[in-house]
């Protein structure tokens, strides 16, 4: 269980998060939208121990967001950039990042992983890849160490909508099958509201509530 | 240490072709730049040709001494073959080591003991033929010297001195080699004289090899800057083996292949140039890696941008050459300015030491970078 208590964050004067409140079960996935600068990165950030709060306190199955060396090993972090190297194939990547990861997969894993996606060009160089297949295997580096929590910082910008619609649905399946806990960000709010279980609203503007109330969507009060 | 030889694996199948290149780069570069400098003496050198009518070893001897004259190339040929070349003007001069020419010297003679043959186009017959009288002469007093000691030892027999004629001119070649004249440094009023023994000498292959050998070492670990860029380093942060522990245990497994190439470089150069295996040497050879390697290590962690990483490794690298002595003389101005040679990574691989002082500083700040916090937001990061 992911639990965040009074959690603010200030950069100087400048108030970004304010008095953040939520707790999420294993099994969900959350949203977090909010216009752009209202601090959806940030929180993201925290939430992946790569910033610190300004007050507050988080805790993920109890322990404590200051046992960060710990605790990274249960967090599958996608950046927004795609973190690939280029010039490798897809095996490659992947043997690569499960060479430093925390646990050891063997080949057959990381390829069953990949075929999960639907990525399914083994050999194939990254270079050759679309925009879709590389978000895939972004998104399944980042699942080598079998994280508890997996944090995604916009993970299909500008890519097309069947690669959108099976990364949502390998998502979906991989909370409720794995209980993993899943934080999301996007601007697009469809892809918000049909993947997303509850969600966040970050920021002042009452716009993307307003919206996700009309969509019958369950709003987590922060 | 095995997940990075594995991940360094995967890398290396990449870029073999450049490592391989850069990393037989100095050795190549260097032997090449010797061999063309030599070719290139040879040619610049007076072509004398020698005939010699007689295998003793006096005349052996004179035939060694001419050969290692620096100015001259010897050709050792048979009379007809090098007259034919002095006619089509091949050689410059030609000199007939005559048969008899130990038994005549041995007698006391220093009448037509050499034969000489100019050509109308002949430039450098007449300094040549005083050296080669020089050697010559040098024969004829060192039969004088022994002449005379033996009528001593006759006269005196009683003192027990009986030498051969071969132990008196081996002593007396001793001598003249411990009493060297032309080397001998005199001063006046007790001015200080200029200590040539300290100074470094770059055009030696070693030291070709050192500039090359630092230009090839920042080509090499143009790695980090490829590999730490910045959409890559956020994964770092929940791999068991952070970042900079990357960076560093990679590091280290370069130092080690570029040690590897360091003893065969050391093996070539001794096999193909000559150059003498000392342990001062080696130390002073892995010191230097271990300079180059940790300078190209903290540029690159310090520089983002392969382009302005490859500016400054060439300028840095042109700079060093430079305040070496290698493109232009520097005498003046380190006499002048001492202090940059104090600031000459170089110059204590050139003059043949252990240099420490590099190795510090290095040491120092990559621990200080080690140890310093990341920066921790990953979209500004």
């Known amino acids: 269980?992911?639990?965040?208590?009074?959690?603010?964050?200030?950069y100087g004067t400048r108030k970004v998060l304010r008095d953040i409140n939520f707790i999420v079960n294993p099994g969900e996935v959350i949203g977090l939208v909010g216009e752009n600068g209202a601090g959806k990165s940030t929180l993201l950030q925290i939430l992946a121990t790569l910033q610190k709060p300004t007050n507050g306190s988080l805790s993920l199955y109890e322990r404590n967001f200051e046992d960060k060396k710990k605790l990274r090993k249960q967090i599958g972090f996608v950046p927004q950039e795609i973190a690939l190297w280029d010039e490798f194939t897809v095996e490659e990547n992947m043997v690569f990042f499960e060479k430093l990861a925390w646990t050891n997969r063997t080949k057959t894993q990381l390829k069953q992983l990949c075929l999960d996606m639907k990525l399914n060009r083994w050999k194939d160089p990254v270079k050759s890849l679309s925009g879709g297949m590389k978000r895939k295997l972004n998104i399944a580096i980042s699942l080598i160490h079998d994280p508890d929590l997996l944090l995604l910082d916009e993970p299909t910008v500008g890519i097309d909508l069947k690669s959108r619609k099976e990364i949502g649905n390998y998502l979906k399946r991989l909370a409720k099958d794995e209980g993993k806990i899943i934080v999301y960000t996007s601007h697009d709010m469809d892809e918000i509201i049909s993947l997303c279980d509850r969600i966040v609203c970050i920021g002042e503007d009452p716009f993307y509530k307003n919206l996700l109330e009309e969509a019958g969507k369950s709003i987590i009060p922060v | 240490m095995k997940a990075i030889l594995q991940t360094r694996f995967i890398h290396l199948k990449k870029h073999w072709g450049s490592l391989?290149?850069?990393?037989?780069?100095?050795?190549?570069?260097?032997?090449t730049i010797m061999g063309?400098?030599?070719?290139?003496?040879?040619?610049?050198?007076?072509?004398?040709?020698?005939?010699v009518e007689e295998t003793t070893p006096m005349a052996l001897d004179l035939v060694d001494?001419?050969?290692?004259?620096?100015?001259?190339?010897?050709?050792?040929?048979?009379?007809?073959?090098?007259?034919?070349?002095?006619?089509?003007?091949?050689?410059?001069?030609?000199?007939?080591?005559?048969e008899g020419y130990e038994e005549q010297i041995k007698k006391g003679s220093r009448n037509r003991l050499i034969k000489s043959y100019r050509s109308d186009l002949s430039f450098a017959y007449s300094p040549i033929a005083e050296m080669v009288m020089s050697y010559v002469q040098q024969d004829t007093g060192r039969t004088k010297a022994v002449l005379t000691i033996q009528e001593l030892s006759e006269q005196y027999a009683n003192t027990g001195g009986n030498w051969t004629w071969e132990e008196i001119v081996d002593k007396s070649k001793a001598v003249e080699a411990e009493e060297n004249l032309l080397q001998t440094s005199f001063t006046f009023l007790n001015a200080q004289t200029e200590e040539d023994a300290n100074r470094f000498v770059l055009?030696?292959?070693?030291?070709?090899?050192?500039?090359?050998?630092?230009?090839?070492?920042?080509?090499?670990?143009?790695?980090?800057?490829?590999?730490?860029?910045?959409?890559?380093?956020?994964?770092f942060f929940f791999m068991r083996i952070a970042l900079k522990s990357y960076l560093l245990r990679n590091a280290m497994l370069y130092l080690l292949l570029f040690i590897i190439?360091?003893?065969?470089?050391?093996?070539?150069?001794?096999?193909?140039?000559?150059?003498?295996?000392?342990?001062?040497?080696?130390?002073?050879?892995?010191?230097?890696?271990?300079?180059v390697l940790m300078g190209a290590f903290l540029l690159a962690i310090w520089i983002n941008k392969l382009p302005v990483y490859y500016g400054f490794s060439f300028v840095l690298t042109l700079l060093i050459a430079i305040i070496s002595g290698a493109i232009l003389p520097t005498e003046g101005l380190i006499s002048r300015y001492p202090w940059l040679q104090l600031g000459n990574p170089l110059a204590p691989f050139l003059s043949k030491e252990i240099g420490y002082e590099w190795n510090i500083l290095f040491v120092i700040l990559i621990a200080i970078w080690f140890v310093r916090k990341e920066k921790r937001n990953v979209k500004g990061a």
Do not use: Y
């Open chain 2, 261 to 291: 190439i360091d003893i065969v470089t050391i093996a070539v150069f001794f096999k193909s140039l000559g150059e003498a295996v000392t342990l001062v040497l080696i130390f002073a050879v892995l010191s230097f890696r271990l300079t």
């Open chain 2, 65 to 98: 001494s001419i050969k290692q004259t620096p100015i001259i190339r010897v050709e050792q040929l048979s009379e007809d073959e090098a007259l034919t070349q002095l006619e089509q003007h091949q050689l410059d001069s030609v000199f007939i080591i005559r």
């Open chain 2, 20 to 31: 391989l290149f850069w990393l037989l780069f100095p050795i190549i570069a260097t032997l």
């Open chain 2, 203 to 235: 055009f030696n292959p070693w030291g070709v090899w050192a500039i090359f050998s630092i230009l090839s070492t920042f080509m090499v670990m143009d790695w980090i800057i490829r590999e730490r860029r910045k959409s890559l380093s956020p994964r």
């Open chain 2, 36 to 51: 063309l400098t030599n070719s290139l003496q040879q040619d610049s050198k007076v072509p004398v040709g020698i005939v």
């Open chain 1, 1 to 10: 269980m992911l639990k965040v208590h009074n959690l603010s964050k200030n």
